[in-house]
Nanobody, 123 residues
Framework: QVQLVESGGESVQAGDSLRLSCAASARTVSAYGMAWFRQAPGKEREFVATISWRGTTNYADSVKGRFTISRDNAKNMVYLQMSSLKPEDTAVYYC?????????????????WGQGTQVTVSS
């Protein structure tokens, strides 16, 4: 059973930076495609970024150039470094794992999800 636990969410000001962490059960990070999604109040959950088992990354246009997804296979950790944060980045951020080694942006490709961590960006 794959378990994912997010942390690092907090309330920040616009323009600040923040790093989210996702702790995964053993060997998950190296064996699965990993991603971050987010869900803003009153909106559907949306794709943010993904990283394949080989380290290839892909980003939503709304975060491209501001967010960076990375992973540490030895620590079974996935990170989302966020910079130049905007109020519209306010959301609950979820870590997800896919059985596909190179997953895409669709939620249905991800079988395992964390509980989420809240990020609030004030103007």
């Amino acid at each position: 059973q794959v378990q994912l636990v997010e942390s690092g969410g907090e309330s920040v000001q616009a323009g600040d930076s923040l790093r989210l962490s996702c702790a995964a059960s053993a060997r998950t990070v190296s064996a699965y495609g990993m991603a971050w999604f987010r869900q803003a109040p009153g909106k559907e959950r949306e794709f943010v970024a993904t990283i394949s088992w080989r380290g290839t990354t892909n980003y939503a246009d709304s975060v491209k150039g501001r967010f960076t997804i990375s992973r540490d296979n030895a620590k079974n950790m996935v990170y989302l470094q966020m910079s130049s944060l905007k109020p519209e980045d306010t959301a609950v951020y979820y870590c997800a794992a896919s059985n596909l080694l190179v997953p895409g942006p669709r939620e249905g490709q991800y079988a395992y999800w964390g509980q989420g961590t809240q990020v609030t960006v004030s103007s």
